[in-house]
């Protein structure tokens, strides 16, 4: 009975939401479980770079590209620093891949609907799970949007990965300590690098401190753009006394 529901109201959403094309090439989706991409786009290699890759021990960056040397044989995950993000204030900063393709175009429909395919949500969870002892937290924090902006879209997408994470690894979820104070634009066109940290400086406070003090957060986003949000973020939870903070987003730009 309870099956025969669950799968009118999959069908349902197929109907609505199922898209017939790749969002990224315009080939076949053959399964449910791909969301908006077809397996073969899932399969690029840039989907799962950076699990495996070597990359910054902190910012999460790939350390081969930064030290412009060639890929080293069977890299060590995160063992060493690019050099670059000593001032940054998170402790460590991991996502599953590039900002593209599939990633791309799911995290593009994650923020219209709020539904992650089983095989991102399986992609976030490997990524947690390589990066388990980098990451280590006790609540989940996802980066929040402004209550306007959240009551447009009627949902915060990245409340929606922060919930996938807290359900799958047993953690405790705090979806409203952190609030966002001002409406700023995320992704404005004609914003450098400066002008977007100046528009997310103090946009963020930690609403009920004492849920905070002392834990280690997980802070969670769709994706790491400049960092300037997230960093706005960590630094909120710091002042509110979080032990440290680490951030998790299923991509990074670059
Ligand atoms: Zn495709
Ligand atoms: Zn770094």
Redesign the pocket.
């Known amino acids: 009975m309870l099956q025969h529901a669950l799968r009118t109201v999959r069908d349902g959403l197929l109907g609505l939401a199922y898209p017939e094309e790749?969002r990224?090439?315009?080939?076949a989706?053959e399964s449910w479980d791909d969301g908006v991409?077809?397996a073969?786009?899932w399969n690029d290699a840039n989907v799962t770079r950076l699990i495996h890759s070597s990359v910054c021990a902190k910012c999460g960056v790939p350390t081969s590209r930064t030290l412009g040397g060639a890929q080293p044989s069977r890299p060590k995950a995160g063992s060493r620093l690019c050099g670059m993000c000593s001032a940054l204030p998170f402790a460590a900063a991991r996502a599953c891949g590039v900002y593209s393709g599939?990633l791309e175009v799911s995290i593009l429909f994650l923020k219209v609907n709020p539904h992650i395919c089983s095989r991102l949500r399986l992609l976030i969870a490997r990524t947690f799970s390589e990066h388990r002892e980098a990451l280590a937290s006790e609540v989940v924090v996802p980066v929040p949007l402004h209550r306007l902006r959240e009551k447009q879209r009627g949902f915060n997408q990245a409340a929606i990965v922060a919930s996938a994470i807290s359900r799958k690894f047993n953690l405790q979820l705090d979806d409203h300590s952190l609030v966002r104070t001002k409406a700023t634009e995320r992704h404005r066109a004609g914003l450098d690098a400066t002008d977007r940290a100046k528009s997310v400086e103090q946009a963020f406070t930690v609403s009920e401190p004492r849920l905070i003090a002392g834990t280690s957060v997980l802070l969670v986003d769709d994706v790491y753009t400049t960092g300037s949000t997230i960093c706005a973020a960590a630094r909120s939870l710091l002042e509110a006394g979080a032990r440290q903070v680490n951030v998790l987003t299923i991509a990074r730009v670059g």
């Open positions: 790749c990224v090439c315009g080939g989706v991409a077809c073969a786009c599939a």
